[in-house]
């Protein structure tokens, strides 16, 4: 069982490329999540999906764009990559109903924006 | 609004001493809180949850909502216990996951 696995790890882009980041988990989770990690800042939530076919905006939404591709994938995408955006991605999928059922992570993606 | 508040960045103790991650959170309605902790090179993992009212590798974290705090403590600090802590609120949607900025802990030998 991987359980959610995020590509790439690493990744160096210039100001102004495109780049989609992938996510997938195999544990038949109905929401899934992509957080950005900075130091001092915290997670914070990017985007979410409730569930297959549904997206909705976290607290800083802006920049990305994401895509339900079905129920095991949630993919990030960056339409033109910022130095603002140099952070390190997680994504996380949830089961459960209601308040029981916990995040599972994945491993992380660095990604510097130069 | 619903926000977490980890006000400490770093916090340092000796092994052996007790130790308590603050975590204050606003939210209008009946909440849902987590630890999460994050190991050096590892992901993120659920640490213990408010419901399950567990004590999960010696920590407990009671929620007391009069003084809108979910406080993690521990009576005697390992080495192994130094990571990043996270306190998380899952929203009134049912859906979003909030984060504190993280504490730091670090259990000086």
């Known amino acids: 069982n991987a359980g959610v696995t995020q590509t790439p790890k690493f990744q160096v882009l210039k100001t102004g490329q495109s780049m989609t980041l992938q996510c997938a988990q195999d544990m038949n989770h109905n929401s899934m999540y992509w957080y950005r990690q900075d130091p001092g800042m915290g997670l914070r939530l990017i985007y979410y999906s409730a569930s297959e076919g549904t997206t909705d905006k976290g607290e800083v939404p802006n920049g990305y764009n994401v895509s339900r591709l079905n129920k095991r994938e949630f993919s990030l995408r960056l339409e033109s990559a910022a130095p603002s955006q140099t952070s390190v991605y997680f994504c996380?999928?949830?089961?459960?109903?209601?308040?029981?059922?916990?995040?599972?992570f994945g491993e992380g993606s660095r990604l510097t924006v130069l | 609004a619903q926000r977490v508040t980890q006000p400490e960045k770093l916090l340092s103790v000796f092994k052996g001493a007790p130790v308590e991650l603050k975590c204050n959170y606003s939210?209008?309605?009946?909440?849902?809180l987590f630890w999460y902790v994050q190991y050096s090179r590892q992901r993120l993992q659920l640490l213990l949850r408010?419901?399950s009212r567990e004590s999960i590798k010696g920590f407990t974290a009671d929620l007391n909502k009069g003084e809108t705090s979910f406080h993690l403590k521990k009576p005697f600090a390992q080495e192994e216990d130094s990571a990043m802590y996270y306190c998380?609120?899952?929203?009134?949607?049912?859906?979003?996951?909030?984060f504190g900025t993280g504490t730091s802990l670090t259990v000086i030998p």
């Open positions: 939210y209008s309605g009946s909440p849902e």
């Open positions: 408010h419901i």
């Open positions: 996380a999928s949830r089961g459960g109903q209601g308040y029981t059922g916990e995040l599972f």
């Open positions: 998380a609120l899952l929203g009134a949607l049912g859906g979003q996951f909030y």
